[in-house]
């Protein structure tokens, strides 16, 4: 080994030391940690230490409300980092989202690390969480999106919030003008380049590696991850990506605005619905106040938009230039996104199949059937509800996949999640494999629905995907020990794809005649 090798382990060795001692303070005392705006106090099991609630931005009210995010100021002595921080201003919107912070706020621009109490050799893989809920809903305080268990399997867990709705999506030409780039809207995806940005600055004192960062989300949290592949605004901050049921591509559901649209929309609403002429004025005005009146209309939705800065093309635009972070991609989506078939079929399913295909595919829709057949009742109505679920979110990942296989060189890796959720209380009856269901799997975190009766098929299949994930996190490579193989996904694999269920399977995509069909009509 050379010099400047031996130099370096034996730097790397005092630096584990030295970010074991300050991150713990003994065993029996709380940990702390020194980030660059001042010292942090924890919370420890003894195994896990928690950091939560530290302030990654200002908060963006008064004259910094939609405004891309700044710096948070320091404060002297140490800083309880015990509890959640608010979530960001929000209606109530989906009733199984539980939450355990303060409530509501636009002060809200907090995150959470956990990382493990006892480390040993060098520096942990951190993995950075962006949660899903349309962009308008959502926050890190879920308990089924705590960063505990998934920190066991020796990485560095981040979750952000990040603006929402009309605070973190608003376009307005004011905007624009002030911002010196001609650029407004995003600022909920410019909150997680500021969390990103905190991650490199910081996360060495939780023991993390900088230069090891997954990006990793659901639903509207996967859509971000795709955009911040596509952003030039992120490049560097991350090394992989996992996208759990959805990707910034779809023409159908949630198509990209233009900043002009945009900025008419919302000065549309700004003076119609609000009564206010000038940036000041909406400033002025409570976010209660916003909140309210954006959550009744109905006829402008805020998200985001090509707004020339962090989005200055379409991400499917982007792509197909190859001009994306170039990483290693795991992406896939749940067998019941559209909703599960019932055990109650009858002949409607069939008649409602072939009405959707006049209405949807008009010349094509003999074509639409070799793909989506109603042989019979049952069938009929399954492939009802796959069709639902493509449209919805499924088609949208395929062709994020696709994308980033067709000019990236990283690996990807394909899945989809198919095990039948037990019995809820809380659910419909026979709710399958429904979106989002995959998310306490992941973090290993079943028990914090604690009125589902878990079978043990359940918490084996979390442990293998927390395996699966974390191993991904660490090289790129989802696969390990003990592991059913899991495939690149191209060609040479057949597109292969790694079915998450009771029991592990690795098969052939049945259905990419589908998504080739719905991307003849849809991609155009």
Same mark, same amino acid.
């Not at 066991?152 to 990040?162: G, Q, R």
């Not at 954006?294 to 938009?305: S, W």
């Not at 019979?376 to 990942?397: C, H, M, Y």
């Not at 959720?421 to 973090?443: C, L, M, Q, T, W």
């Given at each position: 080994?050379?010099?400047?090798?031996?130099?370096?382990?034996?730097?790397?060795?005092?630096?584990?030391?030295?970010?074991?001692?300050?991150?713990?303070?003994?065993?029996?005392?709380?940990?702390?940690?020194?980030?660059?705006?001042?010292?942090?106090?924890?919370?420890?099991?003894?195994?896990?230490?928690?950091?939560?609630?530290?302030?990654?931005?200002?908060?963006?009210?008064?004259?910094?409300?939609?405004?891309?995010?700044?710096?948070?100021?320091?404060?002297?002595?140490?800083?309880?980092?015990?509890?959640?921080?608010?979530?960001?201003?929000?209606?109530?919107?989906?009733?199984?989202?539980?939450?355990?912070?303060?409530?509501?706020?636009?002060?809200?621009?907090?995150?959470?690390?956990?990382?493990?109490?006892?480390? +040993?050799?060098?520096?942990?893989?951190?993995?950075?969480?962006?949660?899903?809920?349309?962009?308008?809903?959502?926050?890190?305080?879920?308990?089924?999106?705590?960063?505990?268990?998934?920190?066991?399997?020796?990485?560095?867990?981040?979750?952000?919030?990040?603006?929402?709705?009309?605070?973190?999506?608003?376009?307005?030409?004011?905007?624009?003008?002030?911002?010196?780039?001609?650029?407004?809207?995003?600022?909920?995806?410019?909150?997680?380049?500021?969390?990103?940005?905190?991650?490199?600055?910081?996360?060495?004192?939780?023991?993390?590696?900088?230069?090891?960062? +997954?990006?990793?989300?659901?639903?509207?949290?996967?859509?971000?991850?795709?955009?911040?592949?596509?952003?030039?605004?992120?490049?560097?901050?991350?090394?992989?990506?996992?996208?759990?049921?959805?990707?910034?591509?779809?023409?159908?559901?949630?198509?990209?605005?233009?900043?002009?649209?945009?900025?008419?929309?919302?000065?549309?609403?700004?003076?119609?619905?609000?009564?206010?002429? +000038?940036?000041?004025?909406?400033?002025?005005?409570p976010a209660q106040k916003i909140l309210e009146t954006a959550t009744a209309t109905k006829t402008i939705r805020f998200a985001p938009n090509i707004d020339g800065y962090f989005l200055p093309e379409t991400p499917a635009a982007i792509f197909a230039a190859g001009k994306q972070s170039d990483v290693p991609l795991l992406a896939g989506w749940n067998?019941?996104?559209?909703?599960?078939?019932?055990?109650?079929?009858?002949?409607?399913?069939?008649?409602?199949?072939?009405?959707?295909?006049?209405?949807?595919?008009?010349?094509?829709?003999?074509?639409?059937?070799?793909?989506?057949?109603?042989d019979n009742p049952a069938q009929a109505e399954r492939v009802l509800k796959d069709f639902a679920g493509d449209r919805f979110i499924a088609f949208s990942t395929w062709k994020w996949l696709e994308a980033q296989k067709s000019t990236g060189k990283s690996a990807v890796y394909r899945y989809r999640f198919d095990i039948l959720h037990p019995a809820?209380?809380?659910?419909?009856?026979?709710?399958?494999?429904?979106?989002?269901?995959?998310?306490?799997?992941?973090?290993?975190?079943?028990?914090?629905?604690?009125?589902?009766?878990?079978?043990?098929?359940?918490?084996?299949?979390?442990?293998?995907?927390?395996?699966?994930?974390?191993?991904?996190?660490?090289?790129?490579?989802?696969?390990?020990?003990?592991?059913?193989?899991?495939?690149?996904?191209?060609? +040479?694999?057949?597109?292969?794809?790694?079915?998450?269920?009771?029991?592990?399977?690795?098969?052939?995509?049945?259905?990419?005649?589908?998504?080739?069909?719905?991307?003849?009509?849809?991609?155009?």
């Amino acid at each position: 080994m050379s010099k400047l090798g031996s130099w370096r382990m034996f730097a790397a060795t005092v630096g584990a030391v030295l970010l074991t001692a300050t991150t713990l303070q003994g065993a029996s005392s709380k940990p702390h940690a020194k980030v660059d705006t001042g010292k942090l106090e924890g919370k420890s099991d003894g195994t896990i230490n928690a950091f939560l609630g530290i302030p990654y931005a200002a908060p963006p009210v008064g004259d910094l409300r939609w405004k891309p995010p700044a710096r948070p100021a320091k404060w002297k002595g140490a800083r309880k980092a015990t509890d959640f921080g608010a979530r960001c201003t929000q209606s109530r919107v989906y009733e199984d989202m539980i939450f355990r912070d303060p409530g509501p706020s636009e002060d809200c621009l907090y995150l959470n690390v956990w990382t493990p109490a006892k480390r +040993t050799g060098g520096k942990l893989p951190v993995m950075v969480w962006v949660y899903g809920g349309g962009f308008v809903a959502g926050a890190t305080s879920e308990p089924r999106q705590d960063g505990t268990n998934l920190a066991k399997e020796n990485v560095v867990v981040v979750s952000m919030n990040y603006r929402l709705g009309v605070f973190g999506f608003f376009a307005y030409p004011e905007l624009a003008k002030e911002s010196g780039r001609n650029s407004a809207g995003n600022y909920g995806l410019l909150d997680q380049v500021a969390a990103l940005e905190w991650v490199k600055r910081n996360i060495a004192a939780f023991g993390g590696d900088p230069g090891n960062v +997954t990006i990793f989300g659901e639903s509207a949290g996967s859509f971000s991850v795709s955009e911040l592949m596509a952003s030039p605004v992120a490049k560097g901050l991350f090394q992989r990506a996992i996208g759990e049921s959805g990707g910034a591509f779809a023409s159908q559901g949630l198509p990209f605005h233009t900043l002009a649209a945009s900025s008419e929309a919302g000065a549309q609403f700004a003076s119609d619905a609000l009564g206010a002429k +000038t940036l000041a004025e909406l400033r002025a005005l409570p976010a209660q106040k916003i909140l309210e009146t954006a959550t009744a209309t109905k006829t402008i939705r805020f998200a985001p938009n090509i707004d020339g800065y962090f989005l200055p093309e379409t991400p499917a635009a982007i792509f197909a230039a190859g001009k994306q972070s170039d990483v290693p991609l795991l992406a896939g989506w749940n067998m019941d996104e559209g909703g599960s078939a019932s055990a109650n079929t009858n002949d409607d399913s069939a008649a409602k199949l072939k009405e959707t295909a006049q209405k949807e595919f008009g010349d094509k829709a003999e074509e639409f059937l070799k793909h989506y057949p109603p042989d019979n009742p049952a069938q009929a109505e399954r492939v009802l509800k796959d069709f639902a679920g493509d449209r919805f979110i499924a088609f949208s990942t395929w062709k994020w996949l696709e994308a980033q296989k067709s000019t990236g060189k990283s690996a990807v890796y394909r899945y989809r999640f198919d095990i039948l959720h037990p019995a809820d209380p809380k659910r419909p009856p026979n709710a399958g494999a429904y979106h989002s269901a995959e998310i306490e799997y992941v973090f290993g975190a079943l028990d914090s629905e604690n009125w589902v009766s878990w079978r043990p098929e359940d918490r084996a299949l979390s442990e293998q995907m927390r395996q699966y994930w974390s191993n991904f996190a660490r090289s790129g490579d989802p696969n390990g020990p003990r592991l059913e193989k899991w495939p690149v996904y191209d060609p +040479t694999s057949e597109w292969q794809v790694m079915h998450l269920n009771a029991e592990l399977k690795v098969e052939k995509d049945a259905h990419r005649d589908r998504y080739v069909f719905l991307d003849s009509v849809w991609g155009k």
